[in-house]
């Protein structure tokens, strides 16, 4: 390699760096809606994690409003989100309904045990057959099903209190009166 | 009135640093005087605009002004008035305005502290800086102004996040931020290096103790980080390999990488246009941080706040600042002789590997960082790049790092063999090896291989270190030499020493957390007793206790070793009067060989309360180590060379084979 062009190198990688972060904010999942808003849900059904006699399934989400919560005990962002879902938990009228997703069961219902439970239900989902359906890529993902059962809302990344009130809450509340 | 003005300050800190960009450098290129000797005022000024700036905004939040935007959502009349002021950094803005102020601290005091230097380097190094402030006063003045107006004026604010109402957190940002923007020092110097075409020894001499300091702050603030998080999350863990960790580690890889680099280039002249890389890399990983964290590009538990346009703009100015140094790089560093000779057996050559494995690590983290996007940009499906593949990565490479860290110091210079190596350290080797075997005997070990590892590492880190120390002191007699040594010219010697020991220190913390680490959780109601690695935990009970601007469910333990009760701890759990967010408070009784944390969970009812039991060995030896590496810097920078460098133009270069 000519000793010119070697001194290139950087450059070209730095550009490939760039190419892929423009992609990124191009991509940003926060911008682009989900394929799946306007539709009605996938259908599904998953053992309960915390009572696996019980099932948790599509028809679940009708009548109500429900905010599906993806999850998993290895997720550090769910972490930080779950304190936030225990103040939404006392909220009535709607659902909170998690999918524990990727996850193992044992873990999960520490997590449950040690920081509290805000969901009404949780379809255990440990090898993503339902995340898949959902277009689930990460987690915490979080969506807004109306009482129809049609996805209304995708939210990637933690709920924090301002995502809460400038956004979900907002769009709850016209659901709810919608319904 | 005052956040008014504290916004034209910032605009006017942006017209001197227009000015500041232009006026020096062309100077330094037409051989202008007078322009070039605008340098040191100009960074003075800038200097001057931003504290003013940033005392309006502390005065906006310590009086709780509410009609401020950004004070009326990070501030709260509540908050204990320590968090009033830290909350000026809770957010973006402010986080911001933060940077800034610091970046321009840098700049005035390299202007106060370069009076030795040929005024065309000053000038052309302000000149440099100057770039970097316009980028992000452009930024802030467009789209993140910490003075923007709120109306109608709230009557309460909506409270700094409760994760940030810490003493730990409070110092957290300013640590890290002086780390992030005094590697621009360096930067500058390179970016001036190479416009003047000048990458001589002198040019490594100059930038070796800036960037020494800066690795200093960056260090101590990586480790308050750590720390923050292990009592604060309540988990227990150190690290977390979360993208902001991650975004303020690879500056730091860099940097430990730059900080011997320059040490070689300094003293053998060898590395130049590595180390111009290395330099040029280094802040650039900063920024890249800052984008990574402002710009929503990836989630994380620290991503407070982001907006893409932001994201965008950061995007832009990380193209003309990172690609316009490399592309200055591609022009100018082919001239650079590469100088400066060396066998394979020479302290070249370790130190060499050294920065390789650096920039290999410093490659998977970023990778790891970017996983997300790069396996959604070629849609490779399950991303199986989390925690556990970070940590088999670390492990991977730590072992040969240590190893390297051993041999590197007692390496002579351009030329060494072997066989003296061997005999010089084959004790150090001896007890390693002892240590090993030791280790891995049945009954002491759990039947895992990196106990023994581990510790053997450490052990010959400390040996081999120690026996350096000896043949340093082997002509000289007592301690007083030794003293007068520490006075003179050891102190860079004794710092590397110190810092090497640090990462000695930090391996036996790793290593025992990891593999000895206890952890329970249970149900337990008052008057229930537990057990774990020894250590009864009883439960009196908890009760409601009122705080400044919270509420909180308060556990009372007794810990007992055998009979003897040697701790009390009071966890707790916190409701922000601010909002609904609870925060758990982790009771810790800490000591130097283990710590007992105790987290309160949730009430289960009838007085019970769910609640997780750790036992941590030797946690405290990772931030120690830490703490060991930082102080090893201090030393380093205090060395007779740097004290009397404003006397001296030049230092003899090689004169003495310390300090790598």
């Known amino acids: ?179 | 009135m005052i956040p008014e003005l504290g916004h034209v300050a910032l605009i006017l800190a942006l017209v001197v640093a227009v000015v500041q960009a232009s006026f020096p450098l062309a100077g330094s290129l037409s051989g202008n005087r007078p322009w070039m000797a605008m340098a040191r005022p100009l960074a003075y000024g800038q200097f001057a605009m931003l504290a003013i700036a940033f005392a309006a905004l502390a005065q906006a939040f310590l009086t709780s002004d509410f009609s401020v935007l950004y004070v009326a959502e990070n501030s709260n009349s509540l908050l204990p008035q320590i968090y009033k002021f830290s909350a000026i950094w809770g957010g973006h803005e402010g986080s911001l305005l933060l940077w800034v102020l610091l970046m321009s601290t840098w700049g005035a005091a390299v202007a106060a502290l370069s009076k030795n230097l040929p005024q065309g380097v000053v000038a052309r190094v302000i000149s440099v800086q100057g770039m970097v402030a316009i980028g992000f006063l452009l930024f802030m003045l467009l789209t993140s102004n910490p003075f923007e107006r709120l109306f109608p004026v709230p009557p309460e604010g909506r409270d700094l996040n409760p994760l940030l109402q810490d003493p730990g957190l409070a110092i957290h940002p300013p640590m890290l931020y002086m780390g992030y923007v005094g590697f621009s020092v360096a930067f500058a110097f390179a970016i001036a290096a190479l416009i003047g075409g000048r990458l001589d020894t002198a040019w490594a001499r100059w930038s070796r103790p800036w960037t020494t300091v800066a690795w200093i702050f960056l260090t101590i603030g990586i480790a308050l980080g750590s720390w923050w998080a292990y009592y604060e999350l309540g988990w227990g863990g150190w690290w977390f390999w979360d993208p902001v960790e991650n975004a303020s580690l690879m500056p730091w890889l860099i940097g430990t990488a730059l900080i011997h680099s320059l040490a070689v280039t300094e003293k053998r002249g060898a590395f130049k246009s590595w180390t111009v890389l290395l330099a040029i890399f280094a802040f650039s990983l900063s920024l890249l941080g800052t984008f990574l964290v402002r710009s929503g590009v990836l989630t994380s538990v620290h991503a407070f706040a982001t907006d893409p346009t932001r994201g965008l703009f950061i995007l832009l100015f990380l193209c003309v600042v990172i690609g316009g140094s490399l592309a200055l790089y591609a022009w100018r560093a082919p001239e650079v002789s590469e100088g400066g000779r060396f066998d394979l057996i020479s302290r070249e050559s370790a130190l060499l590997a050294n920065n390789l494995l650096f920039v290999a690590f410093t490659v998977l983290v970023l990778f790891g960082t970017l996983a997300p996007l790069i396996y959604e940009a070629f849609d490779w499906g399950k991303i199986s790049v989390g925690f556990p593949w970070f940590n088999k990565m670390f492990l991977a490479l730590a072992p040969f790092l240590a190893v390297l860290l051993g041999l590197g110091p007692a390496a002579r210079w351009k030329h060494d063999s072997l066989l003296r190596l061997v005999r010089m350290l084959w004790l150090a080797l001896a007890l390693s090896i002892a240590v090993l075997a030791i280790a891995a005997l049945p009954g002491v070990d759990h039947g895992n291989l990196w106990v023994p590892v581990g510790l053997a590492l450490a052990a010959w880190l400390l040996f081999s270190h120690l026996i350096l120390i000896r043949d340093r002191l082997k002509h000289k007699q007592g301690w007083q030499a030794w003293v007068a040594d520490l006075r003179g010219n050891g102190r860079s010697f004794y710092g590397m020493v110190l810092a090497h020991l640090g990462v000695a220190v930090f391996v036996v913390g790793v290593t025992m957390v990891m593999n000895y680490q206890e952890e329970q959780d249970v149900r337990m109601g008052p008057g229930d007793s537990q057990e774990l690695a020894g250590y009864r935990f009883e439960f009196l009970g908890a009760e409601k206790t009122p705080g400044p601007n919270y509420r909180a469910d308060r556990g009372h333990f007794k810990v007992y070793k055998g009979d003897k009760q040697i701790a009390e701890l009071y966890p707790e759990k916190r409701s922000y009067l601010g909002g609904g967010m609870p925060m758990t408070e982790a009771a810790i009784d800490a000591g130097l060989f283990r710590d007992i944390y105790v987290s309160l969970g949730e009430p289960v009812g009838g007085g019970d309360w769910a609640l997780r039991l750790y036992y941590k060995p030797y946690v405290r030896w990772i931030w120690l180590g830490a703490i060991f590496m930082a102080l090893g810097g201090i030393l380093a920078v205090t060395d007779r060379r740097y004290r009397t460098a404003k006397s001296r133009v030049t230092a003899p270069a090689g004169a003495t084979a310390v300090g790598a």
């Open chain 1, 1 to 179: 390699m000519p000793k010119s062009v070697r001194y290139l190198t950087p450059l070209v990688i730095f550009a490939a760096l760039v190419a892929l972060l423009i992609f990124g904010l191009g991509n940003d999942p926060r911008e682009v809606p989900s394929p799946l808003i306007g539709k009605p849900v996938p259908e599904f059904t998953l053992p309960e994690l915390t009572d696996p006699s019980r099932t948790v399934s599509d028809k679940d989400l009708k009548g109500k409003v429900s905010l599906v919560n993806v999850w998993a005990s290895w997720c550090a962002s769910c972490r930080a989100e779950h304190q936030s879902l225990m103040a939404l938990a006392e909220i009535p009228d709607f659902q909170i309904v998690g999918l524990n997703w990727k996850d193992e069961g044992r873990d999960a219902m520490q997590v449950l045990r040690m920081t509290g439970n805000p969901y009404d239900m949780i379809g255990y989902d440990p090898d993503n057959t339902v995340g898949i359906d959902w277009g689930v890529y990460g987690a915490p993902e979080t969506f807004i099903v109306d009482p129809e059962g049609v996805i209304r809302y995708k939210h990637i990344g933690p709920i924090d209190r301002k995502v809460w009130e400038e956004t979900l809450q907002p769009l709850v509340a016209q659901l709810k009166a919608e319904g």
